[in-house]
């Protein structure tokens, strides 16, 4: 499988982003994992010059300050190729249904319940990626 250039874990969580980050790299997706904190270091980062395109940027729901959803707003005033440069899957443990409405008109691709396992992994690489993982116990 090709691997993903480089993916974004965006969780107040250490243990998830760990986990997470773990899974990623036993699962041979990519090599380059960057994890930030909130929201707001999020965008940070992908205001930086020259721009940081992540190919898949996992977000969680629920953050302090920033969450999930302010993200995504502010997310959308990003210019056009970056946004198309990156899919957006967030991560929940359970979510608002006035906030579920919302995603229809947010640049997300998808949303997954928490914890990721290598099905989620291989079904996003599969729906967004086009990609998929070698069989389980294969080098």
């Known amino acids: 499988m090709e691997k993903l250039a480089h993916v974004l874990l965006v969780d107040d969580d250490e243990t998830t982003n760990f986990l997470n980050e773990h899974l990623l790299r036993k699962l041979n997706v990519t090599d380059r994992v960057q994890v930030v904190h909130s929201g707001e270091e999020a965008i940070a980062l992908l205001t930086q010059l020259p721009p940081y395109m992540p190919a898949l940027l996992l977000l969680d729901v629920n953050m ?5 959803i302010a993200f995504l707003e502010a997310y959308r005033c990003l ?7 990156t899919k957006i899957v967030m991560l929940t443990t359970s979510m608002a249904s006035h906030d579920l409405g919302r995603l229809d008109e947010l640049p997300v691709a998808g949303l997954v319940s928490k914890p990721l396992n290598r099905a ?4 996003l690489l599969h729906l967004h990626f086009h990609r998929s993982l070698p069989p389980e116990g294969s080098a």
Not at 79 to 85: C, G, T, V
């Open 120 to 123: 989620k992994i291989a079904t």
């Open 64 to 68: 302090p300050g920033m969450g999930g």
């Open 79 to 85: 210019p056009p190729a970056q946004q198309a440069a």
